[in-house]
Nanobody
């Protein structure tokens, strides 16, 4: 499966943005979908993951209560709704896929994710 992230842009503090991850060329439902981000000079950081449509979302503490992950199996897409954006949310955001057999404790490590899409840049201006 191939992944393509989109929806990034330049926004103001407090604004909202929705990122989309479109999957193609494979069995979408065979994978857990996730979002990572990487700010300049920093390591890639786990943001959120979801196993299936309507499934339990796993969200990093740093964005809990502000970011919502979802997926649509029929469309082969995953979304990251980002609300109340802060300057520290500025980063390149990547969508990724991991086999459904991946255990939850591994979600937080980029090494567990086997498929990566090209990132989309989110810049939050104060």
């Amino acid at each position: 499966v191939q992944l393509q992230a989109s929806g990034g842009g330049l926004v103001q503090v407090g604004d909202s943005l929705r990122l989309t991850c479109a999957a193609s060329g494979g069995s979408f439902n065979a994978y857990t979908l996730g979002w990572f981000r990487q700010a300049p000079g920093k390591d890639r950081e786990f943001v959120a993951a979801i196993r299936r449509s309507g499934g339990t979302p796993y969200v990093a503490h740093s964005v809990k209560g502000r970011f919502i992950i979802s997926r649509d199996g029929a469309k082969g897409t995953a979304y990251l709704q980002m609300n109340s954006l802060k300057p520290e949310d500025t980063a390149i955001y990547y969508c990724a896929a991991a086999p459904q057999s991946t255990i939850v404790s591994s979600f937080y490590s980029a090494r567990a994710w086997t498929i990566w899409g090209r990132g989309t840049l989110v810049t939050v201006s104060s």
